[in-house]
């Protein structure tokens, strides 16, 4: 589902009834008003954390034409947007808009050094998660067409490890680059190499905000990575005695992944 920067609805307003939907952040739960816009942010409505790096006003939350959009209303970060366990997945760049279709939806941002999260509840939706994604969701198959070698999946659990031992919707302080390389007992320079090679095949499956350019910083990058392998469940918590693995820690480096 991609975002949208237009809206356009051919059912009328009036024959369609508001459903309520509700915010949980923190442990924290918000119910939004239908008559305006639900703002979030360094400051508004849902005032995330006085982090210098985060937008006064980044996302809007705004009940129109019979559905609730989300529209990214800063001028420099993305979030990501993960709906039906996962299945559904968007990124939301500045100055797009998307429909909020799913019972409930997950949104991934970062600022700084800091990965946000919080959650979109309603009792009703416009579309069901169909018994296939279900099953998919389950466990007992992937919804990840990418393979990763167990070195990479290592990688990804490294720096996902604060967001995957968390306890329920809150934020996290992302790895740097150097902790999560001592975290696997690797040199920079192997870290390095395999977070290229990660992003690069996440790149070519068409996954926006991993290919670097002038003036990207690497800490940018880490933290799409870290936004998608969760929200898509490329990694889980079930991952997590990999970074103690040591079979996959003493591996000589001469697998070219």
Same mark, same amino acid.
């Not at 918000?30 to 409505?45: A, C, K, S, V, Y």
């Not at 998660?129 to 990688?155: C, H, Y």
């Not at 003036?215 to 990575?225: C, P, S, V």
């Given at each position: 589902?991609?975002?949208?920067?237009?809206?356009? +609805? =051919?059912?009328?307003?009036?024959? %369609?009834?508001?459903?309520?939907? %509700?915010?949980?952040? #923190?442990?924290?739960?918000?119910?939004?008003?239908?008559?305006?816009?639900?703002?979030?942010?360094?400051? @508004?409505?849902?005032?995330?954390?006085?982090?210098? &790096?985060?937008?006064?006003?980044?996302?809007?939350?705004?009940?129109?034409?019979?559905?609730?959009?989300? =529209?990214?209303?800063?001028?420099?970060?993305?979030?990501?947007?993960?709906?039906? @366990?996962?299945?559904?997945?968007?990124?939301?760049?500045?100055?797009?808009?998307?429909?909020?279709?799913?019972?409930?939806?997950?949104?991934?941002?970062?600022?700084?050094?800091?990965? &946000?999260?919080?959650?979109?509840?309603?009792?009703?939706?416009? &579309?069901?998660? +169909?018994?296939?994604?279900?099953?998919?969701?389950?466990?007992?198959?992937?919804?990840?067409? #990418?393979?990763?070698?167990?070195?990479?999946?290592?990688?990804?659990?490294?720096?996902?490890?604060?967001?995957? %031992? %968390?306890? @329920?919707? !809150?934020?996290?302080?992302?790895? !740097?680059?150097?902790? =999560?390389? *001592?975290?696997?007992?690797?040199?920079? !320079?192997?870290?390095?190499?395999?977070?290229?090679?990660?992003?690069?095949?996440?790149?070519?499956?068409?996954?926006?905000? $991993?290919?670097?350019? #002038?003036?990207? $910083?690497?800490?940018?990058?880490?933290?799409?990575?870290?936004? &998608? =392998?969760?929200? +898509? *469940?490329?990694?889980?918590?079930?991952?997590?005695?990999?970074?103690?693995?040591?079979?996959?820690?003493? *591996? +000589?480096?001469?697998?070219?992944?």
């Amino acid at each position: 589902m991609n975002p949208t920067t237009e809206i356009d +609805s =051919a059912v009328p307003t009036a024959v %369609r009834e508001v459903v309520p939907l %509700r915010l949980e952040f #923190a442990g924290e739960w918000h119910d939004l008003p239908t008559d305006r816009p639900f703002i979030i942010g360094r400051e @508004g409505d849902l005032e995330i954390d006085d982090n210098p &790096y985060l937008h006064r006003h980044f996302l809007e939350l705004r009940h129109r034409d019979g559905l609730w959009w989300l =529209a990214n209303v800063g001028v420099r970060l993305a979030a990501t947007i993960s709906s039906a @366990g996962g299945a559904v997945q968007s990124w939301l760049s500045p100055g797009a808009r998307m429909p909020l279709v799913f019972e409930r939806s997950v949104i991934v941002f970062t600022a700084g050094p800091f990965t &946000y999260e919080l959650s979109l509840h309603t009792e009703e939706a416009p &579309y069901e998660v +169909s018994r296939q994604v279900e099953a998919s969701m389950s466990g007992e198959t992937t919804v990840m067409p #990418a393979s990763f070698t167990p070195l990479q999946k290592q990688l990804i659990v490294a720096l996902a490890e604060p967001m995957l %031992r %968390r306890e @329920g919707v !809150s934020m996290n302080e992302l790895p !740097s680059s150097s902790a =999560a390389a *001592q975290r696997l007992g690797w040199t920079m !320079s192997k870290f390095n190499r395999k977070l290229d090679n990660v992003c690069d095949k996440l790149d070519r499956m068409g996954v926006q905000g $991993l290919r670097g350019g #002038a003036g990207k $910083l690497a800490t940018n990058r880490r933290a799409r990575l870290v936004e &998608y =392998a969760v929200t +898509s *469940q490329v990694v889980t918590r079930a991952d997590l005695p990999l970074l103690d693995d040591e079979v996959l820690r003493n *591996q +000589s480096d001469s697998d070219g992944d």
